[in-house]
């Protein structure tokens, strides 16, 4: 039985790319979700030449009418999905005062609204009911910083996000968990290499019900 889509909102060069690939190449059809479609239509052609199914979607993470019409768009060419991973997020400094307050509105759509609306969108989608929602957090949820205040506020309240759906989703079959990715991704250490954090997000969709968690710390 063929695999389902797999929709990742939030594909750069790092993270997101790695998570595309590492998808794709376990048989799942993958759907790119951002801003910069030419981008992705370069990751895209890189990976179908190897003969898998990837295609991008330009979609503002930040307008909640516009990330629902891609992933209706994704789905409706790709196929039913079997997992989304929400990996959007502004990363800037800023401090805990000052700022301009739209700025501030905008940034929270990104780290926090575009988790919930991808979740509402994707869920009823899924094939067979059944499947993963899995987010991307950071170690600034648990350790706040004055440096990166918005960020530390976007992710904390993503945890609880998370935290709150999967205590709903309990017993239906559709896991819900947050990965704390407490490093710098692409740094020095292995364990926080783009691929290696990837796998963790396969290995989390296709663990057992028994092991389902709603967070993977990974520090």
């Given amino acids: 039985m063929a695999l389902g889509t797999a929709i990742i909102v939030g594909v750069g060069p790092g993270l997101g790319l790695a998570l595309t690939r590492t998808f794709a190449q ?21 990976l179908t030449s190897t003969g898998h199914d990837v295609r991008g979607y330009a979609a503002d993470a930040a307008d909640p009418n516009s990330l629902r019409a891609a992933l209706h768009t ?30 501030w509105a905008n940034v929270t759509a990104v780290n926090v609204l575009g988790a919930r609306v991808a979740a509402d969108a994707v869920l009823p989608q899924l094939r067979e009911g059944r499947g993963s929602l899995l987010f991307t957090g950071g170690g600034l949820a648990l350790f706040p910083s004055p440096r990166y205040t918005s960020l530390s506020v976007g992710k904390a309240a993503l945890r609880a996000y998370v935290q709150a759906l999967h205590a709903q989703l309990a017993g239906t079959g559709v896991h819900a968990t947050s990965i704390t990715i407490a490093g710098a991704i692409g740094g020095d250490e ?11 997000y396969l290995d989390l969709h296709q663990q057992p019900e028994r092991q389902w968690q709603h967070e993977l710390l990974r520090d």
């Fill in 26 to 46: 376990a048989g799942h059809p993958v759907a790119m979700l951002a801003r910069d479609k030419t981008k992705l239509d370069a990751y895209a052609a890189e």
């Fill in 74 to 103: 994704a789905v409706t060419e790709l196929g039913e999905p079997d997992v989304l991973v929400y990996n959007a997020g502004v990363v800037r400094e800023d401090a805990p005062l000052g700022g301009d307050d739209q700025d």
């Fill in 190 to 200: 292995e364990r926080f290499d783009a691929a290696v954090l990837a796998q963790a």
